[in-house]
Every structure is written in structure tokens, then in C-alpha cells.
């Protein structure tokens, strides 16, 4: 029984630190992805106003 908790430990720290890794590089890919994209100007119509706004506390 303590022989499978010192093999499982080591792995599921390893996968953890992975996954965070695997996803911090997936962030900086896509941030530097979206700063390379041309920049769109576009003109727009406002076609609608929110005027009745209410607040419940």
C-alpha cells in the first residue's frame, strides 16, 4: 500500500506541473498571436440604447 503512494505521488505531481506549464505557454502563444493581428477599424450604427437600469441591493 505505501509503495503505490510513493510511485502515484511523484506522477501525479509531474502532471500536475505539466498541465500548469502546458497552459502558461498556451497563454503567452495566444497573447503573442493576438498582438501580431492587425489591428481592424470598422464603422459601426448604434442601433439600440439601454435606458431602464435598475439596481438591487
Do not use: D
Not at 22 to 51: C, D, M, Y
Amino acid at each position: 500500500m505505501f509503495m503505490l503512494f510513493e510511485y502515484m505521488f511523484p506522477i501525479i505531481f509531474v502532471i500536475v506541473f505539466g498541465m500548469i506549464i502546458f497552459q502558461f505557454v498556451t497563454g503567452i502563444r495566444t497573447w503573442h498571436k493576438n498582438n501580431q493581428s492587425p489591428r481592424l477599424s470598422v464603422s459601426a450604427t448604434i442601433v439600440a440604447k439601454r435606458e431602464n437600469i435598475t439596481h438591487h441591493s
